[in-house]
């Protein structure tokens, strides 16, 4: 009874009620289309997340320290599993079907990338550039096989664990200005390599009016949105832009924009309240674990967690480009909601053990 009175109750009712809001959303996004019923889907997963961060949350993240090798070893195996046995869908490989569901492996790879640059940033006496080169191939390996499924807006989440990591452990500025430089360097080149479905979404993110009927059209219709729900809003199911069909498929990575037309910049505000309560909560929940792991470990989660909302919501105001990152807790989705609930798990577990010496 000790330890589920330490649990933090309080993250949790913020987290689900960003749930409950996602769930409202969906139901109303997806009224008359072929996607109807969906909500019912998330209902399952969230229900489903919950039970796994509560099973997730008795395991020791010393435990998960432990084995982190391991569990890098495994991902890498499961990932390289993806691309060669791996369902095609909208030509990508990203899913392995696993009991009727599909599961994204590269969802669940964040925890483990999450776990290894804590266990690795605690084994430095000090940091140099042996040391970042060491922990950038370690990061680099999955993402590469992430952005090969095609998948390059998950691959690129994993790129602000390995900062976090890397800054907390004691990145020094010349460090980071000789990185900066290196990077504008390499930039040109990486242009190169994109594909030509991810070169038109940069082509559109810097003009989208080029061609508004065609891949520029998701973009303009989430702006209209946005613009359209004023104040207050145009209330629940009776958005023009969504209900109209205008903005397709809202109820995933542009639900933001599908909430903030039915609810206006009232409701945003409401929401980005929510979100930035549970980012607190985590950094209070980082100050008081008790070690440096511990610490590494809820820090990766809620750097992860902040670059989701900076990408998803500047992606639904024309501020990003388009990368198919969902919108946390919100968007329609198994394998990235059982992720971050398996995360909020560890980050529980790191919780209740804040008094143990």
Not at 138 to 159: C, H, K, Q, R, S
Not at 251 to 277: K, N, P, R, S, V
Not at 300 to 321: D, K, Q, S, T, Y
Request: charged share 10%.
């Amino acid at each position: 009874m000790g330890e589920w009175r330490d649990f933090d109750w309080y993250l949790l009712v913020l987290v689900l009620g960003v749930c409950l809001l996602g769930i409202f959303e969906i139901h109303n996004a997806t009224l008359g289309t072929r996607f109807q019923g969906a909500y019912l889907h998330q209902i399952g997963y969230v229900g489903l997340g919950v039970g796994l961060m509560f099973l997730v949350s008795r395991i020791s993240y010393q435990r998960w320290l432990a084995l982190s090798t391991w569990l890098y070893a495994a991902t890498i195996a499961c990932l390289v599993g993806v691309l060669l046995v791996g369902e095609k869908i909208f030509h990508s490989r990203r899913w392995i079907p696993l009991l009727g569901v599909h599961l994204q492996i590269s969802e669940f790879a964040k925890l483990v990338i999450i776990v290894l640059v804590a266990r690795y940033v605690c084994d430095l006496r000090r940091l140099g550039w042996r040391e970042i080169f060491q922990l950038a191939g370690l990061v680099a390996l999955p993402m590469l096989l992430v952005a090969i499924e095609p998948d390059l807006g998950t691959a690129l989440t994993y790129l602000p664990i390995m900062a976090a990591g890397l800054w907390l452990g004691g990145l020094r500025l010349r460090h980071i200005a000789i990185m900066m430089v290196v990077l504008a360097l390499v930039l040109p080149v990486g242009w190169h390599v994109l594909r030509p479905y991810q070169k038109a979404r940069l082509e559109n993110f810097m003009s989208p009016g080029t061609d508004p009927l065609g891949r520029g059209y998701q973009l303009l219709q989430s702006k209209i949105a946005v613009g359209s729900g004023g104040f207050w809003g145009e209330g629940p199911a009776a958005s023009s832009q969504v209900q109209g069909a205008f903005l397709p498929v809202a109820q995933t990575d542009f639900i933001a924009a599908a909430f903030a037309e039915e609810h206006g910049f009232f409701g945003i505000m409401g929401l980005l309240t929510l979100y930035f309560l549970i980012l607190m909560r985590l950094l209070s929940d980082a100050r008081s674990a008790p070690d440096r792991a511990g610490a590494l470990i809820i820090a990766g989660v809620a750097v992860l967690l902040a670059f989701h909302l900076l990408v998803n919501l500047g992606m639904v105001v024309g501020l990003m480009p388009v990368t198919g990152i969902p919108l946390p807790f919100m968007s329609l989705g198994g394998s990235s909601l059982l992720f971050l609930f398996m995360a909020l798990g560890v980050v529980m577990n790191v919780h209740m053990r804040r008094l143990v010496n």
